[in-house]
């Protein structure tokens, strides 16, 4: 499975924005950019998945370079609720062995300060 | 509420016994994925499910099985417990294709003492 890297951890302030990044420089052409959150003893979340194009939600954007080797999730105003694990993610729709499965990291642990 | 349901929420087992975990996808989803989520080895894959056939395998024990039935909730049977299965099981679904986001229940917490 291709393998993205992301810090360990970072920290923000309350209403402040969040620049959260991840490098991927063995994603392959069919490998869509996934972001999941995981708030303590809770499943997973989605938050949000993209190509090739940068993409917005209500929860957060994506920002993919051009050459797709990196990616940055962008939550544009931090609050107290979004301090989690952030899982980036690569995802094959090729239909190679690794075809389905999302194969977590260790993401980066977020810390919002009031 | 995610629209995944994962049941029971909590087991207490005794070593050597044998359990069973419940999934219903969110409605719509024909795919299950099964994770265990332990302190030391964050979140593993373990197998999906597509329609009722296996679709890939992860770092699944023998002693694992699951099945997708036609109604497509999902059973994940653990036997011949050991301590080290004590984590968090997670079930998550996708709609066809699954190239939208994944939708994950609130998982089950099992303890083998």
């Known amino acids: 499975d291709a393998k993205t890297t992301q810090p360990n951890s970072m920290e923000s302030n309350e209403e402040e924005p969040v620049h959260l990044p991840c490098n991927h420089s063995t994603i392959s052409g069919t490998d869509y950019i996934h972001w999941y959150r995981q708030l303590p003893s809770q499943g997973p979340e989605y938050v949000i998945h993209g190509l090739t194009s940068n993409v917005n939600n209500r929860m957060a954007s994506l920002a993919i370079a051009e050459d797709r080797k990196s990616s940055t999730l962008i939550l544009h105003r931090a609050t107290l609720r979004d301090a989690a694990v952030y899982y980036c993610i690569l995802r094959d729709v090729g239909g190679g062995t690794s075809y389905g499965k999302l194969t977590f990291g260790q993401g980066t642990i977020l810390t919002v300060h009031p | 509420d995610s629209g995944v349901t994962q049941t029971p929420k909590h087991l207490i087992t005794a070593t050597g016994q044998r359990v069973t975990l419940r999934c219903s996808p969110r409605?719509?989803?024909?795919?299950v994925y099964w994770y265990q989520q332990s302190l030391d080895q964050g979140l593993q894959f373990l197998i999906q499910y597509y329609n009722g056939e296996e679709r890939a395998k992860g770092n699944i024990l023998e002693r694992f099985s699951a099945q997708q039935f036609p109604d497509l909730h999902s059973e994940l049977n653990l036997s011949s417990l050991e301590l080290g299965d004590s984590a968090l099981y997670f079930c998550a679904s996708s709609a066809q294709g699954g190239r939208g986001g994944y939708t994950f229940g609130s998982g089950t917490r099992l303890t083998v003492v």
């Open positions: 409605s719509g989803d024909l795919s």
